[in-house]
Nanobody, 124 residues
Framework: QVQLVESGGGSVQAGGSLRLACVTS????????MGWFRQAPGKEREGVAG????????FYRDSVRGRFTLSQDNAKKTVYLQMNSLKPEDTAMYYC?????????????????WGQGTQVTVSS
């Protein structure tokens, strides 16, 4: 059974940093892509950053590029999202997700597995 477990959220002031972690377990060989998504109250879930399993390239939404950085530790089966220069508009529940089908990493509705989420709150 596939499981994704996020951690690392919290409350910080604007300009601060947080590092989110997503530990995967189970049959992860089926994954084609993984992504970090976020959802603020009253808003749709949106793609933040993602990558394709067999490609050495990370993708970011425009509003976080240059501030957020994806990384992986394959031995630990963990994906990280380093978030620097945080802004109040980054406040949201952040989710790690994995998909088993080909296609863009960006669309949340195409993902098969989701973590429980970790809250990030940035105060001004």
């Amino acid at each position: 059974q596939v499981q994704l477990v996020e951690s690392g959220g919290g409350s910080v002031q604007a300009g601060g940093s947080l590092r989110l972690a997503c530990v995967t377990s189970g049959y992860t060989d089926s994954f084609k892509a993984m992504g970090w998504f976020r959802q603020a109250p009253g808003k749709e879930r949106e793609g933040v950053a993602g990558f394709y399993i067999y490609q050495n390239e990370y993708f970011y939404r425009d509003s976080v590029r240059g501030r957020f950085t994806l990384s992986q530790d394959n031995a630990k089966k963990t994906v990280y999202l380093q978030m620097n220069s945080l802004k109040p508009e980054d406040t949201a529940m952040y989710y790690c997700a994995a998909k088993t089908t080909v296609g863009s990493w960006y669309w949340a509705q195409t993902y098969d597995y989701w973590g429980q989420g970790t809250q990030v709150t940035v105060s001004s």
